[in-house]
């Protein structure tokens, strides 16, 4: 069966974790596993410590490329999706309570105050938006087992 967006989205709706890579103003690159949250749109949440690498990367430069695989699969049995997407520090009160709703949502937690992510608090609330997606899917090229990547919308 060839990939899909339905299997895309099951694959986002069972793994907590995503890895976003980001690029410092050198272009020096940097990768980070966050417990994330997505909405009805696809767009991602997480929360970070605004003096991480991650989060002062996507200050200087939103583009990100987030990553969503279970690290636990048989070697070549995984499945992954792939998003180029544009990150930002939220920073409208409103955003931040329905980034929470799904944050805090997923694992049945109460939310935390907006006030907490704002202000003179440490931690940030950061929305990715997805650009492209794709899903990995196999083949062979002259006999060599290789990972393709087909595009996909969510």
């Known amino acids: 069966m060839p990939p899909s967006a339905d299997r895309a989205k099951e694959i986002i709706e069972k793994i907590w974790y995503i890895t976003v890579a980001t690029t410092n103003s050198d272009g020096q690159p940097w990768n980070t596993p966050v417990y994330s949250a997505y909405d009805e749109n696809y767009f991602f ?4 410590w605004k003096e991480n690498t991650h989060s002062q990367n996507i200050v200087k430069n939103p583009k990100v490329f987030l990553v969503i695989y279970d690290s636990t699969a048989p ?21 931040i309570e329905h980034a929470m709703k799904y944050l805090y949502g997923r694992k049945s937690k109460q939310p935390r105050k907006v006030e907490e992510f704002l202000g003179d608090y440490p931690r940030r609330i950061y929305k990715a938006v997805p650009d492209k997606a794709w899903i990995n899917t196999s083949g062979d090229v002259d006999g060599n087992f290789v990972d393709k990547r087909v595009e996909i919308s969510l």
């Open 45 to 48: 949440y997480w929360a970070s």
């Open 75 to 95: 070697e070549g049995t995984g499945e992954g999706v792939y998003i180029q997407a544009k990150a930002s520090e939220v920073q409208d009160e409103k955003e």
